[in-house]
């Protein structure tokens, strides 16, 4: 079955950069999405990208897509306390979402 | 705009108790699913509807029944509540396979003692 896969946990300094990865499974994905969560609140889509593309900038963040590795990541520039969440990939399958566990962001000041 | 809303946010059952948790969407979506957040799991999909009278199961269906009478609805039905279904559950809906963002509820946090 379809799987995306991600890393736990990073900690970066305010003000540095922050690199999250992601893998898929799916290559017929059409769209691959970044969403944030707070804690306790609902999920905020980021930004995404469709699977044609190789980049995708947009403000402090950068989403970069290696179809040919199913690899997929997200970078938060000047990464900022406020940055702290739970980061989750996702890539969508014809009628749903597959989402990945989800990395933990932590910005230390 | 209205967006997704779902209904209750929060529910304490006791176990074998049974509910239904609501969810509409406003934007005349066809496809609308739902999902169960756990610690560490992130958000796995339970049901799933591409439109007005279809359904289908995703990955975690067991103990969970759907329906979809309308473009608008997707209630989730848990027939005899187990502390196995303590979880957060989000509601999506998004305009079909074309469509490029999923529009998510603000979850409905459900404990089963």
């Known amino acids: 079955g379809e799987d995306v896969e991600q890393s736990l946990f990073l900690s970066v300094r305010e003000g540095d950069s922050s690199v999250i990865n992601c893998t898929y499974t799916?290559?017929?994905?059409?769209?691959l999405y970044w969403y944030k969560q707070e804690p306790g609140a609902g999920l905020q889509l980021l930004t995404y990208?469709?699977?044609?593309?190789d980049m995708k900038q947009d403000q402090r963040l950068t989403v970069l897509l290696n179809k040919k590795d199913k690899h997929l990541s997200l970078r938060i520039a000047d990464t900022q306390t406020g940055d702290s969440a739970i980061y989750f990939c996702?890539?969508?399958?014809?009628?749903?979402?597959?989402f990945g566990k989800g990395t933990t962001l932590s910005v230390s000041s | 705009n209205a967006g997704v809303t779902q209904t209750p946010k929060f529910q304490v059952l006791k176990t074998g108790q049974s509910m239904t948790l609501q969810c509409a969407q406003d934007?005349?979506?066809?496809?609308m699913s739902w999902y169960r957040q756990d610690p560490g799991m992130g958000l796995r999909l339970i049901h799933y509807s591409v439109g007005a009278g279809i359904t289908d199961q995703g990955e975690v269906p067991n103990g969970y029944n759907v329906s979809r009478s309308t473009t608008e609805d997707f209630p989730l039905r848990l027939l005899s509540a187990a502390p196995s279904q303590t979880s957060v559950y989000f509601c999506?809906?998004?305009?079909?396979?074309?469509?490029?963002?999923?529009?998510f509820g603000q979850g409905t946090r459900l404990t089963v003692v």
């Open positions: 799916d290559s017929s994905s059409t769209y």
């Open positions: 990208i469709f699977s044609n593309m």
């Open positions: 934007m005349n979506h066809e496809y």
């Open positions: 999506a809906s998004t305009t079909g396979p074309q469509g490029t963002e999923a529009f």
């Open positions: 996702a890539e969508k399958e014809r009628t749903a979402l597959i």
